[in-house]
């Protein structure tokens, strides 16, 4: 129940319609985030590759990019623009949770989501079928990293203040386990060997962010989630760029 629960929160596909599922299974959802990977991440890297046969690779790369922003309904970007518009105008812990909280997206957020989508734009000029297993590999490595958040850090809002109305429970072991295995089997499968350390770019990501929500938050909230996902995603892009070109 609480992965039906975690295909529900985190995409926008009509899995609400297969079952109804208790409130409670929502605070279970992020030990999941990696394996609705598998699926967010598959349907980019298939439509990536059956639009790269007869498009262009940065045509093909954009109607992959749309495709996913549609299947998430741009979750992880709201949180993305919220995280730099608080992080960016707020000076304190208070004033950062406000800016985070108003659903106006300010200056940092709109430069910050321009300079995302331009680097992410770059990821272009790599071969087609290379892009199709970085689509898939990065997008459940770094939501394996990114959910690492609610194990190191409180909640820094109220149950009640939260824009999702709940608090994610910190994993079990097992349920460390398993968002592990779901993020690192799809690298095992297809990423090559010469660009694994790229998948250490995602990892020092996280600590950055951790630190800087540690010091300015003393906590995580949902919009510090989809920004470390999209960031350390992104820093696994480039590592994977670097590397290619070395």
């Known amino acids: 129940m609480n992965i039906l629960a975690a295909f529900i929160f985190f995409t926008r596909l009509p899995f609400w319609k297969i079952k109804e599922v208790p409130a409670e299974c929502f605070k279970h959802v992020v030990p999941y985030w990696s394996l609705t990977g598998w699926l967010t991440g598959g349907i980019m890297a298939g439509t990536l590759w059956i639009t790269g046969q007869i498009l ?122 398993t968002a592990f295995i779901c993020g690192l089997l799809p690298l095992i499968a297809f990423l090559p060997i010469k660009l694994w350390p790229a998948t250490l770019f995602p990892l020092l990501t996280f600590i950055l962010l951790y630190r800087l929500m ?5 906590g995580y909230t949902g919009d510090c989630c989809g920004a470390a996902f999209l960031l350390c995603e992104l820093s696994f892009y480039i590592g994977s760029l670097v590397i290619e070109h070395l």
């Not at 093909?60 to 309904?73: Q, S």
């Not at 985070?100 to 770059?122: E, N, P, R, T």
């Not at 540690?214 to 003393?218: D, F, I, M, S």
Request: with cysteine; hydrophobic share 45%; glycine share 8%.
């Open 56 to 177: 262009p690779i940065s045509i093909a790369w954009i109607t992959a990019i749309i495709v996913r922003l549609l299947v998430t309904g741009c979750l992880h970007e709201d949180g993305l623009a919220d995280f730099l518009d608080g992080f960016g105008g707020g000076t304190t812990r208070e004033r950062t949770l406000a800016i985070m909280k108003d659903s106006h997206i300010g200056s940092y957020g709109v430069i910050g989501l321009i300079i995302y989508f331009l680097l992410l734009s770059q990821l272009s000029i790599l071969p087609l079928h290379l892009l199709c297993m970085l689509v898939l590999c990065g997008d459940c490595w770094s939501k394996f990293c990114a959910s690492q958040l609610i194990n190191y850090l409180p909640y820094a809002r109220k149950e009640e203040d939260s824009k999702a109305k709940v608090i994610y429970n910190r994993m079990s072991w097992h349920e460390l386990l």
């Open 214 to 218: 540690k010091h300015r938050l003393q």
